[in-house]
């Protein structure tokens, strides 16, 4: 089978609340029903739809992993109380939007329980055999099964600067460091170091705008501009600038 009538392996980038970019950018895709396709986490926060993200990844039959903002929400509730340090830290990353969102989408103010349901069910990692995805990366120097929340959602430098693969026969592919926030990477561009795939490309920054999917399989990229309507497809070889990762040292 060659890899034009393959099943597609397809993963999106941080959305954070781009819900007509996402639309743009599924289109462009035009994932069939036997392709997988994986959201990295953080569908929310920042951007003004977060609301109608959630709602239509939820009701569809794509995957999506834990991101940091959504556990941020979680975070703020405990034992039916919300806590206000939580919240204040979730409002100050960009939670505030997301509420208006679902006070536009559903007319009153809140966050319906099932939407909050279905935030903790999402699993931390998916293992596609040659891909691995996840949403922030791992802690090279310690054994997936003692690893969590804090490095599969929150890990940053030690992930990105680790001289060598994680995996000897698996790509990490992750989100959550916008990749421009990487050495030599311009907006728009994907990042790439030993034995991983940075996809997020800043959809909700003003400096980039860029939501990005990756095509896996065929090895191509789709990206759509929500600032400047602007789409672009691409081979993922041209996206992609690879970054050595003494560079990244003490940048976080």
């Known amino acids: 089978m060659d890899a034009t009538s393959a099943t597609r392996k397809i993963v999106i980038g941080d959305v954070h609340g781009q819900y ?28 003004p739809k977060s609301a109608q993200v959630v709602d239509f990844v939820m009701h569809s ?16 509730l405990h034992e039916g109380q919300v806590l ?3 919240l204040q830290a979730w409002l100050f990353s960009g939670g505030q939007m997301t ?30 055999g040659d891909y691995w995805i996840v949403h922030a990366g791992v802690d090279p120097t310690l054994p997936l099964d003692v690893q969590g929340i804090q490095q599969f959602c929150w890990i940053r430098d030690s992930f990105h600067s680790f001289p060598q693969p994680y ?9 959550h460091t916008i990749t421009f926030t990487l050495p030599g990477i311009e907006p728009g561009q994907l990042a790439r170091g030993p034995g991983w795939l940075d996809i997020d490309t800043g959809a909700y920054h003003p400096r980039s705008g860029w939501l990005t999917g990756v095509d896996l399989t065929q090895q191509m990229v789709y990206q759509v501009n929500i600032y400047r309507s602007e789409t672009r497809i691409r081979p993922l070889a041209e996206a992609t600038i690879s970054i050595m990762p003494e560079a990244v040292v003490g940048r976080f």
């Not at 208006?100 to 999402?122: C, K, N, T």
């Not at 995996?167 to 989100?175: A, E, H, L, P, Q």
């Open 20 to 47: 007509d970019g996402l639309m743009h950018l599924l289109g462009l895709i035009a994932p069939g029903q036997d392709d997988q396709l994986c959201f990295v986490g953080d569908l929310i926060d920042r951007g």
């Open 61 to 76: 039959p794509y995957q999506c992993l834990l991101g940091n903002h959504e556990r941020m929400l979680l975070d703020i």
């Open 84 to 86: 206000q340090q939580p």
């Open 99 to 128: 509420l208006v969102s679902y006070q536009d989408f559903y007319g009153e103010p809140g966050i319906p329980h099932a939407h909050f349901d279905w935030m903790r069910s999402l699993p931390l990692y998916v293992d596609w």
């Open 167 to 175: 995996f000897n026969d698996k790509t990490i592919v992750t989100g």
